[in-house]
């Protein structure tokens, strides 16, 4: 199976702060990366697909990047809205496999 | 907008088998993909496996043996059974939608928790 590392598992930042986490996974998979957002008690919400693919109704202030093996989500500004777990997910080949998760919390 | 939403008993006693359902609301389950994925507490995700509403399937190996999903159309509802559980099934277990066939998720429910428990 393939291994999906993010890092850090866990981060404090302030509304407006650039907030980046990054996802390595233990082989190439090209741009088979996805990336989503989980509030607690709610429905996880897909942000990026195919590593740098914005869904649509998602903000622009998300974006993704990288390919092989490290992959980045950036969030440019952070807003009140974002403070939640982000995971991220490789779609190379079954079985599917995710990251830990990073949480974003406030400063 | 389609919704999904996961049911179940949230206790079952080890060694008897677990029983899922996703209700998909304002859409569709026919032509797309529907997946089961769980996450035990304090840990990472964990895809169980898909199935196209055609009824073919792709479980993750480490489950394969004891995983069935199959679909109602007419209910618009796709099912897990998952057999001879034990504690180590006890997670929350969340539906989700593969919109193009390229192993996403675009859509998820909010979860369903299972705790295996005698």
């Known amino acids: 199976d393939i291994q999906m590392t993010q890092s850090p598992s866990s981060l404090s930042a302030s509304v407006g702060d650039r907030v980046t986490i990054t996802c390595r996974a233990s082989q190439s998979i090209s741009s088979s990366l996805n990336w989503y957002q989980h509030k607690s008690g709610k429905a996880p919400k897909l942000l990026i697909y195919?590593?740098?693919s914005l869904q649509t109704g998602v903000p622009s202030r998300f974006s993704g990047s990288g390919s092989g093996t490290d992959f980045t989500l950036t969030i440019s500004s952070l807003q009140p809205d974002d403070f939640a777990t982000y995971f991220c997910?490789?779609?190379?080949?079954?079985?599917?496999?995710f990251g830990g998760g990073t949480k974003v919390e406030i400063k | 907008q389609v919704q999904l939403q996961e049911s179940g008993p949230g206790l079952v006693k080890p060694s008897e088998t677990l029983s899922l359902t996703c209700t998909v609301s304002?859409?569709?389950?026919?032509?797309?993909?529907w997946s089961w994925i769980r996450q035990p507490a304090g840990k990472g995700l964990e895809w169980i496996g898909r199935?196209?509403?055609?009824?073919?399937?792709n479980y993750n190996p480490s489950l394969k043996s004891r995983v069935t999903m199959s679909v109602d159309t007419s209910k618009n509802q796709f099912s897990l059974k998952l057999t001879s559980v034990t504690a180590a099934d006890t997670a929350v277990y969340f539906c989700a939608r593969d919109y193009t066939g390229w192993y996403y998720f675009d859509l998820w429910g909010r979860g369903t928790p299972v705790t295996v428990s005698s």
């Open positions: 997910q490789q779609s190379d080949r079954t079985p599917l496999t």
């Open positions: 199935m196209f509403t055609s009824g073919s399937t």
């Open positions: 195919t590593a740098s």
């Open positions: 304002s859409g569709s389950i026919s032509s797309y993909y």
